[in-house]
């Protein structure tokens, strides 16, 4: 911390007080909008409310802290303290995956659902032990800088950043159907168009300016999203169990969910094969899959290149350290809890809805359902009486909710948990404001990631050195505004759900990035032959092994000995290849998510979210047997390599700003 | 030797979900399986780094490598 004016130390000393002002704010905006909906403000008008004013927050603070300088705009000047960084990197990472898929995962498999949850805590100990800080020690702007200068010039640039954007290009498309979904549902738009209204709010936060904007909203919006998510839990626990410690109590909420699952299979409200228990292990995921996708969330989360960026923008090496523990903090405290949310929304869904009489069914469902996202006895649950018609046309239907009966789409179950519990509208109100502040805190980090690699490595590194910083701006801004609409486009199709998405971009980054990272700061004879080829054959095989199964998946069996995956309990495959391959769209290309096929081939019976398991130990061994085969890098490369290891000292390249 | 805790939190213990689901955590009710997956690993992820940043630093304070502060 040598560089800074008065005012900018000034600013930082200010800080616990100015984000202690936001958090009071925060809290007495939500007891107002409780006491308007006591005195009888429509529910509508309360949604309205939540999520326009909480947009305005994170536009003023966007506004307030935007920047044309470069280093402030690429890496926030470098003085962004552990904590506070922390808390930023904190919300970047939890994504709409993390506040509305997760919990809803885990409610549908339970046990196995928390492979998310230990993979995408466990990878921050590999950041902190093998990457974050040497990659601060060495001073670049983006990832591809890093790559660039390791691996002698612009090819190995142009590769590390066709990875990023491929990666940050499909975690941001589950951003935008995230927001799309929120918005459709709170403020009662088509999904459509909703998506790209969703788009509009990210723009406004990330196009405002740079990495030291986008750490200040992040840090408001870490606020707003663990408030709404740890209160609707909080308070259905201390209803139930008198304690305010949700995950304390949900062990006593899962051995009633097991006592409830007998019940339901001994009054014939549900069949074994349709209830699945909550804590047995492997039904959904076999072992293979279900520490597959430990293991590549966790090294996805290593080599993903909107993170790793957060870490340059600490003071010193230390700070980066100590950084990574404190954003797994922040994690945590919402990880812990997402188990807990399952367990009640699950608990409650077995003893309201399940066993109910259709035509006592609450209205909340119907708002839903007519979405797409709840089917009752196998039709979208639009109204009382097309439920009553759907469950009559089944024969022998007892007239009540079975578990067989009931559909719901893993991305609600969060959203409707405080209308499924009969909490106050105020609570679901909070809760969407707190799932926009998620999708859109990682949405910034992701465009602005992009962004950066577009006009810091392609258009100044790469095509004209020359350039001016404002038109080096003007051209990232432009980039990300054409790079948005582009995923606002695909997310309006529903290539899938947001934690498969989300899966997906883990995968691609840890085979595209991870080995030449490692090998990069760890392994001074890496060449930059090997790096390259490397980095090409892992990325290569994930991306290919990912786009066949999921939108090639006829050619992938008739060419490339794919067959069906397995059910992890029976061992049987999940479809019938020769019935589906003699199916007249058996060769579809890019079909929806219907197709018989799609996601449901592959090599080993391995589910496409872990093709990074089958890109990255190839990418170590190319770099390996490609470097050994070249002659040894320069001395000088090999003293660099030295020198990011040690923490003191300047850092090893340096920009002019 | 952090490596070693993260790879048995992370994957090892989890291999044993079957036999450590039989016992049952006195008062709170979790089976132990269970809770290593939804929390005990993760609050050892927590305890880790921190405890990673505060020796990495001092070792290279004593090797002359830190920083100034």
């Not at chain 1, 859109?440 to 020359?466: C, E, Q, R, W």
């Not at chain 1, 290539?495 to 691609?508: E, H, K, Q, R, T």
């Not at chain 1, 092994?545 to 495959?573: D, E, I, Q, W």
Request: overall charge positive; proline content about 5%.
């Amino acid at each position: 911390m040598t560089t800074q004016t008065d005012t900018s130390s000034d600013f930082i000393k200010n800080l616990g007080k100015m984000y202690g002002t936001y958090t009071g704010g925060f809290i007495a905006f939500i007891i107002l909008l409780a006491i308007l909906e006591q005195v009888g403000v429509p529910n509508k008008i309360l949604g309205y409310l939540f999520v326009f004013f909480t947009l305005a927050v994170y536009a003023v603070i966007g506004v307030m802290t935007r920047t044309a300088q470069v280093s402030e705009y690429y890496v926030a000047g470098r003085r962004v303290p552990a904590f506070y960084n922390g808390m930023a990197t904190g919300a970047d990472w939890m994504s709409a995956a993390s506040f509305v898929g997760m919990a809803g995962t885990l409610f549908l498999l339970g046990y196995d659902g928390l492979a998310w949850v230990l993979g995408w805590t466990g990878g921050f100990v590999l950041v902190s032990i093998l990457i974050g800080p040497y990659l601060r020690k060495f001073g670049a702007y983006t990832v591809p800088d890093f790559m660039a200068f390791r691996f002698g010039g612009n090819f190995a640039r142009g590769i590390a950043v066709v990875v990023l954007v491929c990666c940050s290009f499909t975690y941001v498309t589950a951003q935008i159907y995230g927001t799309g979904l929120i918005a459709s549902r709170f403020l009662g738009m088509q999904f459509e168009i909703a998506v790209f209204a969703g788009l509009v709010g990210i723009l406004l936060c990330a196009m405002l300016g740079g990495m030291r904007a986008v750490t200040w909203t992040q840090i408001a919006q870490y606020v707003v999203l663990i408030i709404a998510y740890l209160t609707p839990i909080v308070i259905l626990s201390t209803k139930k169990y008198g304690i305010p410690i949700p995950e304390l109590t949900y062990g006593t909420a899962i051995a009633e969910i097991t006592a409830r699952e007998g019940q339901m299979l001994a009054t014939g409200l549900a069949t074994a094969a349709s209830l699945k228990p909550h804590i047995a292990p492997f039904i959904n995921y076999s072992p293979l899959n279900f520490f597959g996708i430990i293991f590549c969330m966790m090294v996805g989360t290593a080599s993903l290149p909107h993170i790793l960026m957060r870490y340059f923008t600490t003071p010193s090496v230390r700070e980066a350290r100590q950084s990574v523990a404190w954003s797994l903090l922040f994690i945590f405290l919402l990880y812990f809890s997402a188990p807990a949310y399952a367990a009640f929304s699950k608990l409650e869904v077995y003893t309201n809805i399940i066993g109910a009489n259709v035509t006592s069914l609450k209205p909340w469902l119907f708002t839903w359902g007519e979405l797409g996202l709840i089917q009752i006895c196998g039709k979208n649950a639009g109204s009382i009486d097309a439920i009553v018609a759907a469950c009559k046309a089944i024969a022998g239907h007892p007239g009540v909710v079975r578990l067989q009966d009931f559909v719901i789409n893993t991305d609600v179950i969060v959203l409707s948990t405080p209308e499924i519990a009969g909490l106050p509208y105020v609570i679901s109100g909070l809760v969407a404001a707190g799932g926009l502040a998620a999708a859109l805190s990682t949405a910034d980090g992701l465009l602005l990631a992009i962004a950066n690699a577009l006009s810091h490595d392609v258009y100044y590194k790469m095509l004209d050195p020359n350039a001016p910083t404002i038109r080096r701006l003007t051209v990232a801004r432009v980039l990300l505004f054409f790079v948005a609409v582009a995923s606002a486009a695909l997310a309006a199709t529903k290539p899938g759900d947001i934690l498969a998405m989300v899966g997906w971009a883990f995968s691609l980054a840890m085979a595209g990035n991870f080995p030449a990272l490692i090998m990069g700061v760890w392994w001074k004879r890496t060449t930059a032959a090997g790096a390259i080829a490397g980095m090409l054959a892992g990325f290569g095989l994930c991306l290919f092994y990912l786009v066949c199964s999921r939108y090639f998946p006829g050619y992938g069996v008739k060419y490339f000995f794919m067959t069906s995956l397995t059910n992890p309990l029976t061992g049987a495959p999940i479809v019938d290849i020769a019935k589906a391959m003699a199916l007249p769209n058996a060769m579809e290309t890019w079909p929806t998510l219907a197709h018989p096929m799609a996601n449901k081939v592959g090599w080993f019976g391995l589910n496409n979210i872990n093709c990074g398991l089958l890109g990255m130990p190839l990418g170590f061994l190319v770099i390996y047997v490609v470097s050994l085969m070249g002659k040894e890098p320069s001395k000088e490369m090999q003293a660099y390599v030295d020198e990011i290891r040690k923490p003191r000292g300047r850092t090893v390249i340096e920009e002019k700003t | 030797m952090h490596l070693g805790v993260w790879f048995f939190f992370g994957f090892i213990i989890h291999f044993f979900v079957v036999p450590l689901n039989t016992i049952t955590i006195p008062i709170l009710g979790f089976p132990l399986g269970f809770y290593m997956a939804a929390q005990g690993s993760l609050i050892v992820f927590v305890v880790m780094l921190f405890m990673f940043a505060k020796q990495q630093d001092k070792i290279d304070r004593e090797f002359g490598m830190a920083e100034d502060d």
